[in-house]
């Protein structure tokens, strides 16, 4: 079991930048694929960013921007927005699962945050 809590969000402005936390508690954390998804209203959940082992993915929208930073140690996973767009506004969701194959799949993970509101403004 793994309890994840998210924080860091809010509102920035065009161009500004924000940094998701993701605080994970339960055992064999390590051992868990560990993503970012968002939702948009109106929209279905998409893929952001995860880290399975020691390999980055990173959805081509946010490539270049974003940076996901894990920490095993202190079990958190960060995600670093830079340069954010009105378009990257929406509720970002923390994941787990131990998936290593479906990665930018939502159903893949089993563990989910309640999401931090992100909003850019123009």
């Known amino acids: 079991q793994v309890q994840l809590v998210e924080s860091g969000g809010g509102w920035v402005q065009t161009g500004g930048s924000l940094r998701l936390s993701c605080a994970a508690s339960?055992?064999?954390?390590?051992?868990?694929?560990m993503a970012w998804f968002r939702q948009a209203p109106g929209k279905e959940r998409e893929f952001v960013a995860a880290?399975?082992?020691?390999?980055?993915y990173y959805a081509g929208a946010v490539e270049g921007r974003f940076t996901l930073s894990r920490d095993n140690a202190k079990k958190s996973v960060d995600l670093q927005m830079n340069n954010l767009k009105p378009e990257d506004t929406a509720v970002y969701y923390c994941?787990?699962?131990?998936?290593?194959?479906?990665?930018?799949?939502?159903?893949?993970?089993?563990?989910w945050g309640q999401g931090t509101q992100v909003t850019v403004s123009t």
């Open positions: 994941a787990a699962g131990k998936t290593t194959m479906r990665i930018p799949i939502p159903g893949a993970y089993e563990y």
């Open positions: 339960g055992d064999s954390f390590s051992n868990y694929t």
């Open positions: 880290r399975s082992g020691m390999t980055i």
